[in-house]
């Protein structure tokens, strides 16, 4: 359902409290219980409705007939700065962006990051006015939102909702930090400017995916409640205003977005208690040959935290830039040191080496055999310490 403009803020709570009872009686997000704070709640959302535009993408290439119809790709569009639009990654061709005045801006691609799925375009003519951002904290689970979306340019569409996670998805292609959103979804939602209560940018929608269900209660004697059950549904996907913030800065300087890169081949696969994460491979000419990093050595701690598995480290060298130095603290046979690695951009990577089996175990008895030899020369040390002070 599209909420109209309003100028005061009674019948702009009318029209959200139709929306959300609408939105209640075909099944769709929990009712946001009525509190002190919707009136501020309700003032930020009509003041950052100037803010989310409408984008249109005309698709270039072939020849196309006289009758054909022009084929067109309408979509959300959220004003970063004054000649900044960022929206979700788009197929190419002609952009322009369509105010609520009636005016038609030409839009310019910068950049697109295909992971995040955002967008990033520069606008022409008077600037535009920014939604005004959130800190990344005043997200989280729990917490309620609004979501407007815009693809029929005068009247945006707005939908209430709750935030029931945050963290990575494994079914998402983006390596970083997302917000769940349990909310009704509309046509053009991806996009959609995220608010938090006090009607600031905390989020951008990239996509939807699939809540995992609830874990079950114990069923009662009889059988389980079927009232107590949760069944998966849809979501909105949404990035973060930090992660927004990063991802826009790359696509205005790069035209891409530039990931940190170590360079290590990690053992998978160990206990998740035990201290530490063996190097299998060391990509030549990389930030962790640079470093002096080599197959064998086990990390001990990454940046002063200890590290238990290759996945810990993954996640941390994603949270970094390229450029940024770290300081890795490993352990070389009875040695243990640190190193510092300055990480670089994720791209033209070499491909290490695929080792078998036995190639993996030859490693494993090469290793063994010079932790052997490394001890057999201090036991032969110490006897020749002994013999040298014992009486004749």
């Not at 100028?7 to 099944?27: F, K, N, Q």
């Amino acid at each position: 359902m599209t909420v109209t403009r309003s100028r005061s803020v009674a019948p702009l709570i009318v029209a959200l409290l139709t929306l959300v009872l609408a939105a209640s009686a075909a099944g769709g997000a929990s009712i946001l219980p009525l509190r002190s704070e919707e009136a501020t709640l309700l003032i930020g959302v009509d003041s950052a409705r100037t803010s989310v535009v409408t984008m249109v993408a005309l698709p270039g290439g072939g020849a196309r007939r006289a009758d054909q119809p022009v084929r067109r790709l309408i979509g959300t569009a959220v004003v970063l700065s004054p000649y900044r639009v960022l929206t979700t990654a788009s197929m190419g061709g002609k952009f322009s962006v369509l105010l609520g005045d009636g005016l038609k801006r030409e839009a310019r691609l910068k950049g697109v990051d295909r992971q995040s799925n955002i967008a990033l375009f520069t606008i022409d003519g008077l600037p535009l006015t920014p939604l005004r951002q959130a800190s990344p904290q005043s997200i989280a689970p729990g917490s309620w939102v609004a979501v407007i979306s815009n693809v029929n340019i005068t009247r945006p569409q707005i939908t209430l909702g709750q935030v029931v996670g945050r963290g990575e998805r494994v079914d998402f292609p983006y390596a970083g930090d997302i917000v769940e959103i349990e909310a009704s979804a509309y046509p053009g939602t991806s996009g959609g400017a995220v608010l938090n209560e006090l009607g600031e940018w905390v989020a951008i929608v990239v996509g939807r995916g699939t809540r995992a269900p609830d874990p079950a209660p114990t069923a009662p004697v009889g059988g389980q409640d079927a009232e107590s059950r949760k069944e998966p549904g849809d979501i909105l996907i949404a990035l973060p205003i930090d992660q927004i913030q990063r991802i826009a800065e790359d696509l205005e300087q790069y035209g891409s977005v530039r990931r940190a890169f170590l360079g290590v081949q990690l053992r998978r696969g160990v206990a998740a208690e035990s201290l530490g994460v063996v190097v299998d491979g060391v990509v030549p000419d990389s930030p962790a040959h640079r470093a002096g990093i080599e197959a064998g050595d086990k990390i001990l701690a990454f940046e002063g935290t200890p590290v238990h598995s290759g996945e810990e480290i993954t996640s941390m060298v994603r949270t970094m830039r390229p450029g940024d130095a770290v300081e890795l603290t490993l352990s070389r046979g009875a040695d243990i040191f640190p190193v510092r690695a300055v990480l670089e951009g994720a791209v033209h990577v070499s491909a290490m080496p695929h080792h078998s089996a036995q190639e993996s175990e030859l490693f494993e008895l090469k290793k063994n055999l010079q932790k052997l030899e490394t001890e057999q020369k201090k036991v032969e040390g110490r006897i020749k310490e002994l013999e040298g002070t014992s009486p004749h």
